[in-house]
């Protein structure tokens, strides 16, 4: 669907030397991009992790979202520069046929966010082609009323203008999608969950003395892990063990944390040994 709308839109902003129904096409061409590479990710990150890639393929689909942001980024920039360039030296749009091919493009925008109205917040890729149907849906809103405004007023320079806020508004999904990869690519703290929020909860769990090298991070969408190092006030071997399996079920079920890996302390671990003997 996002291809027809992508090759209809091409040739109607050709034939009706419009830049916003060209900057509309050049959107949507980035859905079918994102909807391909999406589906390859998700595919790869099924495979099974091996000694070599001990998490798997699942990073894919973070890298995925952040070349489709810096795509986005470029074809953003590229918009504004041409729009500008059409504000300065304006040409004769055909506004009727304008606003045919936008509703064309908006009907389709509209069937492809459907597909993703129940599933966009299931992991990025996904969220990202939402983010890209929802725009299309806006930017074939905006074509259209350009459109309707060259045909009954004649003002041709509405159409660059469309064309500008489409590459604002293309620039802004872009920018939230570089920034959230990045974010995960570098494995910073969930945005939704508190370090110190973690470190208390697992304080809580009798036994436990302390912490410290506390990390969380994310693997991909949906799946978090934590490592640390703890001191118990555990004598035996056994009685470690449960303090740290007690751990990891609270950190899953508090905060959904599925890969949990902690360390006794050296010291802990001599007197374990020392009283195991």
Do not use: C
Request: zero cysteines.
């Amino acid at each position: 669907m996002a291809s027809v709308v992508t090759v209809i839109e091409l040739l109607g902003g050709i034939s009706s030397h419009s830049l916003a129904l060209l900057s509309d096409s050049g959107h949507v061409f980035t859905d079918v991009l994102t909807i391909g590479v999406s589906i390859l990710t998700m595919r790869l990150a099924r495979k099974p992790h091996s000694s070599t890639r001990t998490f798997g393929y699942h990073r894919a689909e973070i890298l995925s979202a952040l070349v489709n942001g810096s795509t986005l980024t470029f074809i953003a920039f590229l918009i504004i520069y041409e729009a500008y360039g059409r504000l300065l030296q304006p040409s004769q749009v055909a506004g009727s046929l304008v606003v045919l091919i936008a509703l064309v493009g908006l009907a389709g925008n509209l069937a492809v966010a459907r597909l993703f109205l129940k599933s966009w917040r299931s992991s990025l890729n996904v969220k990202a082609v939402f983010i890209h149907a929802i725009g299309d849906i806006l930017s074939s809103s905006g074509v259209m009323i350009g459109g309707l405004v060259v045909t009954f007023t004649g003002y041709n320079r509405i159409d660059p203008a469309i064309a500008i806020l489409i590459g604002i508004l293309i620039l802004r999904n872009a920018y939230g999608l570089v920034r959230e990869s990045t974010e995960i690519l570098l494995e910073s703290t969930p945005k939704h969950l508190q370090l110190e929020t973690v470190a208390k909860a697992i304080l809580a769990v009798e036994g436990v003395n302390g912490i410290h090298d506390l990390h969380v991070w994310t693997i991909t969408s949906g799946l978090y892990a934590v490592s640390g190092h703890i001191t118990v006030k555990a004598e035996t071997i056994d009685e470690g063990s449960r303090i740290i399996s007690e751990v990891s079920s609270r950190l899953k079920n508090s905060f959904g944390i599925d890969h949990v890996t902690l360390q006794l302390e050296r010291q802990t671990l001599e007197k374990i040994q020392s009283n195991e003997n």
